[in-house]
């Protein structure tokens, strides 16, 4: 049965450290892989996805690396700001296609 | 584009009780979900949806009942409602699968946030 860890589960940085949050999968057998943030009270909204062909995708400030051999992700912040305050979730697919979440990691940026 | 949209996004209930939550999408995807998600527990699969007509449970159905007889919208009903179903439920969609062709990017709705007394 798939799994995915996210450590740790709380972190705070400085305003404009770059940052990077991590993400184990127990399967390597994963068709994708999704990064995504959740604003208090609010739903997810995708950042970026990884197909499993792929090594890494970048947008803006933001790049995703998959290692499917090693069964880990990291999602790399650079120069981070407090509008990036969030909880950041990784979920990657089983083997009967259905999505599997980790329980993500709390960001906080301190001003 | 509104995207996907859930009603009720707020609704308090008493046991034994049941109610309908309705999951709308207007991005004409195949592929729907519903999850509800918990303190420490993370995002779980109640039941999902792979094209108009089709439903099949998920990591945690039972308690729970869906249809999907439109390709737009997908219900959760809930026919007699627990205590333990308290929790805040998100509805997701996607055009593809993430196993098939395509990205399957995940697209979600803001959450209907459900306490039962």
């Known amino acids: 049965k798939q799994e995915v860890t996210q450590i740790p589960a709380a972190l705070s940085v400085p305003e404009g450290e770059n940052l990077v949050l991590n993400c184990s999968f127990t399967?390597?057998?994963?068709?994708?892989l999704q990064w995504f943030r959740q604003d208090p009270g609010k739903g997810l909204t995708s950042l970026l996805l990884?197909?499993?062909?792929?090594r890494e995708q970048t947008s803006g400030r933001l790049n995703a690396s998959l290692d499917k051999s090693s069964g880990r992700s990291t999602l790399y912040i650079a120069a981070s700001q407090p509008g990036d305050s969030a909880t950041y979730l990784c979920?990657?697919?089983?083997?009967?296609?259905?999505?599997?979440f980790g329980k993500g990691t709390r960001l906080h940026i301190l001003p | 584009n509104a995207g996907v949209t859930q009603t009720p996004k707020f609704r308090v209930l008493k046991t034994g009780q049941s109610m309908t939550l309705l999951c709308a999408q207007d991005?004409?995807?195949?592929?729907m979900y519903w999850y509800r998600q918990d303190p420490g527990m993370g995002l779980r699969l109640i039941h999902y949806s792979v094209g108009e007509g089709t439903t099949a449970k998920g990591e945690v159905p039972d308690g729970y009942n869906v249809s999907r007889l439109k390709k737009q919208n997908f219900l959760l009903g809930l026919e007699s409602a627990a205590p333990s179903q308290t929790s805040v439920y998100f509805c997701a969609s996607s055009y593809y699968p993430w196993g098939g062709i395509g990205t399957g990017e995940l697209f979600f709705g803001e959450g209907s946030r459900l306490t039962v007394l």
């Open positions: 990884i197909q499993s062909s792929q």
């Open positions: 991005m004409n995807h195949e592929y």
């Open positions: 979920a990657v697919s089983d083997r009967d296609d259905k999505i599997i």
């Open positions: 399967d390597s057998a994963i068709y994708n």
